[in-house]
């Protein structure tokens, strides 16, 4: 019997060597976020006490955060120290993926895409922040001065939790817009003149996005409509300088991961 591989064999190699490399790549961001869970972990409560600045800002005299569960001063600071350590590790999560697909790529692609990728990260810790110090007190304030009389606001630290961490994710993901229409572009799915066109649209999107993903007050969604428009036309200007992905036909433009093996004599 001959003991050369068989055709099957030969298909079946690259699929796992992929795997293998996917394991380790997915292996490195978990390691790298406990590992920075593990020094954060000491300043828990230090944490939570600085995301909850905001709505403790505009809380009545005398009145305190709550837990309505016997768990809660426990698990909401943990929750959100692996929250925010998920959110530090993301440079290095990013990186893995860039390891990950940039073999893959021309290098006229790679001057692309790494802009791309640093402006990705750049952009979600600015929606995050923008959240923090301008959205989080102008809605904080607000619900602060609705409150019914005769009622004391006391907001529970789960419930606030969950309630930071939707609009943290949904106006990091929110600031991406540049990147994902200058994606868009750059692969030929749509051209900026087509974005131009459907611009009301867009707009009108933004606020709907707004009212879906922050609480039901205009303030916040327009303070969450508003940025995604202006970020959508920064997307469009960066836009006008990225054309149409076009595959090269000379040898030399490829990574040398794309091209094929040279042919024995």
Known sequence: MSDKPSDHDDQEMPLVSHLTELRTRILRCVLATFLIFLGLFYFAQKIYAFASEPIRRVLPEGATMISTDVTSPFLAPFKLTLVVSLFIAMPVILHQVWGFVAPGLYRHEKKVAIPLLISSIVLFYAGMAFAYFLVFPIIFHFFSSITPEGAMMMPDLNAYLDFILTLF??????????????????????????????????????????????????????????????????????????????RPLADEDASPEAQPPAERP
């Open 169 to 246: 994710f949904a106006f990091g993901v929110a600031f991406e817009i540049p990147v994902a229409t200058v994606l868009l572009i750059w692969i030929g799915v749509v051209d900026v003149a087509y974005l131009k066109k459907i611009r009301p649209y867009v707009i009108i999107g933004c606020f709907v996005v707004g009212m879906i993903l922050t609480p039901p007050d205009v303030f916040s969604q327009t303070m969450l409509a508003v940025p995604m428009w202006l970020l959508f036309e920064i997307g469009l200007l960066f836009g006008r300088f990225v054309q149409k992905r076009e």
